[in-house]
T-cell receptor, first 116, second 114 residues
Framework: GDSVTQMEGPVTLSEEAFLTINCTYTATGYPSLFWYVQYPGEGLQLLLKATKADDKGSNKGFEATYRKETTSFHLEKGSVQVSDSAVYFCALIDKLRGGSNYKLTFGKGTLLTVNP | NAGVTQTPKFRVLKTGQSMTLLCAQDMNHEYMYWYRQDPGMGLRLIHYSVGEGTTAKGEVPDGYNVSRLKKQNFLLGLESAAPSQTSVYFC?????????????FGPGTRLTVL
């Protein structure tokens, strides 16, 4: 079945450092790809998404480009802040069994800590 | 507009006890989902619903039941809790499933089964 593999954390950076969190996927078709963020004590929030190859999703200074040739969707930010400390999940839309509906398949999450 | 809310926020059960987790959304979404989140496992889909009165199994449905009697509510039941069900449970909803729809998540319920 479809799957998502993201780099294991934790990742610890200093404020204003460059961030990359790697994400690769396997899929039979052409999935939509997502990054979700989970701040401490909260539920997941959609950070950005891309629905087809070469699309770039962006939000709050974060970017990710859908690369079909390398089956990747790496998350990047040029200058992280303390407030970016959270768990980041890569995900793809997968087809649910027995029907035409879909579910999200999540990676295991990467904990990012940004120190002042 | 409260979005997705979950009740309770925390709960401790003894093995064999039963309980129901309530999820409510005020966005008129058709689709609702229950996930569990375990360390190192990411989120896994337990059950989902594509509309009022419908439910379907997800990736890890065993030991859980669900009901969607009203469009805005999605209940997750544990009939006989086991320690393996210790987890954080998240409810989510979405307007549709066109392959690109955004899921909105609740704040989670932390359940411990002793």
């Amino acid at each position: 079945g479809d799957s998502v593999t993201q780099m294991e954390g934790p990742v610890t950076l200093s404020e204003e450092a460059f961030l990359t969190i790697n994400c690769t996927y396997t899929a039979t078709g052409y999935p939509s790809l997502f990054w979700y963020v989970q701040y401490p004590g909260e539920g997941l929030q959609l950070l950005l998404k891309a629905t087809k190859a070469d699309d770039k999703g962006s939000n709050k200074g974060f970017e990710a480009t859908y690369r079909k040739e390398t089956t990747s969707f790496h998350l990047e930010k040029g200058s992280v802040q303390v407030s970016d400390s959270a768990v980041y999940f890569c995900a793809l839309i997968d087809k649910l069994r027995g029907g035409s509906n879909y579910k999200l398949t999540f990676g295991k999450g990467t904990l990012l800590t940004v120190n002042p | 507009n409260a979005g997705v809310t979950q009740t309770p926020k925390f709960r401790v059960l003894k093995t064999g006890q039963s309980m129901t987790l309530l999820c409510a959304q005020d966005m008129n979404h058709e689709y609702m989902y229950w996930y569990r989140q375990d360390p190192g496992m990411g989120l896994r889909l337990i059950h989902y619903s594509v509309g009022e009165g419908t439910t379907a199994k997800g990736e890890v449905p065993d030991g859980y039941n669900v009901s969607r009697l009203k469009k805005q509510n999605f209940l997750l039941g544990l009939e006989s809790a086991a320690p393996s069900q210790t987890s954080v449970y998240f409810c989510a909803s979405s307007l549709g499933l066109a392959g690109t729809d955004t899921q909105y998540f609740g704040p989670g319920t932390r359940l411990t089964v002793l």
